[in-house]
């Protein structure tokens, strides 16, 4: 194996890698790469669409709801279905461009202290904040590890809470509230 010191960064508070930003405490989008999108005004096409969801679901782990916010564009990738950007259509992507410039800091889990569940669970999908409180700047702060979101089907819809959080059973949790609308 050849290890190239070319492709090292040392002594940086924070590197750029796979277009994340990503210091000793957090993890970041970097807003260069988020820049792109929040000039197109308006999606055209179906090739459009695919792309600006592929691009956006690779920082979903940053948005919160983000399949919930998505199942309207997600619909119109069909191959049956006719192209229309409808007014749902359209504040989903201005609500996902809006997120994605206002994207949080996610804190890197440390594996000693217990996470924090926060589940919401409605008939369209579900949701769920991974938190952690962390010593930053000598206090206390709470703040978000990653975001996990997924449309369901009529049948899941039925499944109790619990079954969902299945593979988050490595992590340390306080499952800290259940929100069912």
Same mark, same amino acid.
């Given at each position: 194996?050849?290890?190239?010191?070319?492709?090292?960064?040392? *002594?940086?508070?924070?590197?750029?890698?796979? *277009?994340?930003?990503?210091?000793?405490?957090? =993890?970041?989008?970097?807003?260069?790469?988020?820049?792109?999108?929040?000039?197109?005004?308006?999606?055209?096409?179906?090739?459009?669409?695919?792309?600006?969801?592929?691009?956006?679901?690779?920082? $979903?782990?940053?948005?919160?709801?983000?399949?919930?916010?998505?199942?309207?564009?997600? $619909?119109?990738?069909?191959?049956?279905?006719?192209?229309?950007?409808?007014?749902?259509?359209?504040?989903?992507?201005?609500?996902?461009?809006?997120?994605?410039?206002?994207?949080?800091?996610?804190?890197?889990?440390?594996?000693?202290?217990?996470?924090? =569940?926060?589940?919401?669970?409605? *008939?369209? *999908?579900?949701?769920?904040?991974?938190?952690?409180?962390?010593?930053?700047?000598?206090?206390?702060?709470?703040?978000?590890?990653?975001?996990?979101?997924?449309?369901?089907?009529?049948?899941?819809? $039925?499944?109790?809470?619990?079954?969902?959080?299945?593979?988050?059973?490595?992590?340390?949790?306080?499952?800290?509230?259940?929100?069912?609308?």
């Amino acid at each position: 194996m050849k290890i190239s010191l070319k492709k090292f960064n040392f *002594g940086f508070e924070e590197i750029k890698a796979l *277009g994340h930003i990503v210091s000793g405490l957090s =993890l970041g989008i970097e807003k260069n790469k988020v820049a792109a999108v929040l000039l197109k005004p308006i999606l055209h096409n179906k090739k459009e669409i695919i792309s600006f969801l592929g691009f956006s679901s690779y920082y $979903r782990k940053h948005l919160k709801h983000f399949a919930i916010l998505a199942k309207s564009l997600y $619909r119109i990738c069909d191959q049956q279905t006719v192209f229309e950007m409808t007014q749902e259509r359209i504040k989903a992507y201005e609500t996902i461009r809006k997120a994605l410039k206002e994207a949080p800091l996610l804190l890197i889990p440390d594996w000693n202290i217990p996470f924090k =569940l926060y589940i919401d669970v409605c *008939g369209d *999908g579900l949701g769920a904040a991974l938190h952690q409180v962390q010593i930053i700047d000598e206090k206390p702060t709470e703040g978000p590890v990653c975001y996990i979101s997924r449309e369901i089907k009529p049948t899941e819809a $039925r499944w109790s809470v619990y079954v969902w959080y299945g593979h988050l059973r490595n992590y340390t949790i306080i499952l800290m509230a259940v929100l069912l609308k």
